[in-house]
């Protein structure tokens, strides 16, 4: 197990299956591209927002020795720190007040942790006073809780669209190129022309609507398509099966986001669409925290979010896993310190061989709640069963599977959910429960449900493991088996 779990995450990052162009190459923009580049920062720095400026400034930090990045990291956490202690209510009441009695509020590690409840219940004290002008409030999804409000102005967005757009430009990809954006809520005609993105709402991945996807890759040939990992997965997945002699790259890229993604996803989305994938990884709350470079490394987008992995409230080693914990330095409405996002994760002791100064993630696990216990009670990671799926995927048809949901009721009774492909047999379904029993203990009592349709989430993921609902949630706090 212990070995298995360890592929699972190694996996992760470098795992090249098909060939892809060549690592550096980067395309010259093209004059539509061009045009709405010029479009898109026009119209943003009427609305007083600098992207153009912020992204050159992002580009110009990037080329710094590591040793002159992390001073500038550190001076600008120094000053975010300073700023949100004398600011920010909340930050001089309760537990922050006490910890600043005793400690410097310049060291980050003097700083109590901020758990996603206490932003809940305390919003309008984590605004700044006085409030900068023209802050408006970015609504998260709430898939993984209540939902949370988060104040921003128009200088925290330029920041948080410039790094967004410097991690395409590490591939080549232009402000302005070409996307197939897979979305479930639509921005506005005009607003997807300016950008040149072309949506394919996830509302309803039907056959009809993935046909026209795979036709418009062909025909318009976007540079890249962009979706949460689900959804670009089944994209793959009806390509690999609905034009399996189209050539390949259906598209050259493919930037996934919103959800961890694993190594069987990869690779369906490589098999299906032919595409690099680009991993990202970040939250509404702060923006992109990080984005997978041409080498396969998942950096920190430093600038603007520092990255913690803590165990118990204390930082543990490079390399160790523990609770992912984000201060954002752009945002001066409502600057979060030591934020507990809820995901778990490590960070790497070795620099990437690109060469960029930014920190790299060794691996992400998700949420601390996807831990599910085995038959004799030992709590493991959900994603282990994805390994299921990328073996069936390697093995049989690919239109077999269309979406399937692993449910745990207990610690040994399983629900296993199956919107099937047309290749789907009973087969397919032995190997299922084969699988759980494998990794969850064969004590296990595995039902295969085939459903004609398993629906997604309003924010449009689909989680392919969850407890069902009114099962005992499992305490987070519990070493995983590393
Ligand atoms: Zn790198």
Same mark, same amino acid.
């Given at each position: ?18 060939? #892809? ?21 026009? *119209? ?24 002159? #990045? ?28 006490? @910890? ?138 009806? *390509?690999?099966?609905? *034009? ?8 050259? #890229? ?20 032919? @595409? ?207």
């Amino acid at each position: 197990m212990r070995e298995l779990f360890s592929t699972v995450l190694e996996l992760r990052v470098h795992e090249p299956s098909i060939s #892809f162009l060549p690592v550096g190459s980067v395309m010259s923009e093209t004059a539509p591209e061009r045009l709405h580049r010029l479009l898109f920062l026009g *119209a943003q720095r009427m609305r007083g927002r600098p992207i153009g400026r912020y992204l050159r400034q992002l580009q110009a930090w990037e080329r710094l020795a590591p040793e002159a #990045f992390q001073r500038l990291c550190a001076e600008r956490m120094v000053r975010t720190l300073e700023y949100a202690s004398s600011r920010v209510p909340l930050y001089g009441s309760g537990q922050w007040r006490e @910890a600043f009695q005793r400690a410097d509020v310049r060291d980050l590690q003097s700083w109590p942790v901020l758990e996603r409840e206490t932003i809940q219940a305390h919003t309008a004290e984590l605004i700044a006073q006085p409030t900068p002008r023209g802050h408006y409030f970015r609504r998260t999804s709430g898939s993984s809780g209540t939902p949370l409000g988060v104040a921003m102005d128009a200088d925290a967005a330029s920041w948080a669209w410039a790094t967004d757009y410097r991690g395409l430009l590490w591939h080549g990809i232009h402000v302005g190129a070409r996307c197939l954006r897979l979305i479930h809520k639509r921005e506005g005609r005009v607003a997807e022309w300016i950008r040149n993105l072309h949506p394919l709402l996830t509302d309803d991945l039907s056959p009809p609507r993935l046909d026209a996807a795979v036709r418009y890759m062909q025909a318009a040939r976007p540079a890249y398509v962009s979706g949460y990992v689900t959804a670009v997965t089944e994209l793959a997945r009806y *390509a690999r099966v609905a *034009a399996p002699d189209a050539p390949r790259p259906l598209v050259p #890229f493919v930037k996934v986001l919103g959800e961890v993604l694993h190594p069987f996803q990869r690779q369906e989305i490589e098999q299906g669409l032919g @595409a690099r994938v680009i991993e990202t990884y970040g939250c509404n709350e702060t923006g992109t925290v990080g984005y997978e470079c041409p080498a396969g490394s998942l950096h920190v987008f430093a600038e603007h979010v520092e990255v913690e992995i803590l165990r118990d409230g204390q930082p543990v080693g490079l390399g160790e896993i523990g609770d992912i914990v984000l201060t954002c330095t752009t945002n001066r409405v409502m600057p979060l310190v030591r934020y507990r996002v809820g995901d778990r994760g490590r960070l790497s002791a070795d620099p990437c061989s690109c060469g960029r100064p930014h920190p790299v993630i060794a691996g992400i696990e998700g949420r601390t709640g996807d831990l599910l216990l085995t038959a004799a009670g030992v709590p493991v990671h959900g994603a282990l069963l994805g390994d299921i799926l990328k073996q069936i995927t390697a093995t049989s048809s690919p239109a077999a599977l269309t979406r399937v949901v692993f449910e745990q009721h207990d610690s040994r009774t399983w629900t296993v959910l199956v919107q099937p492909g047309p290749d789907y047999s009973d087969s397919i379904g032995g190997l299922l429960i084969d699988g759980v029993k494998k990794i969850y203990g064969k004590e296990c009592q595995v039902t295969v449900t085939v459903v004609p349709e398993i629906p997604r989430e309003p924010s449009g993921k689909l989680r392919y493991y969850r407890r069902a609902a009114g099962a005992a949630p499992q305490s987070p706090s519990v070493e995983q088996p590393l």
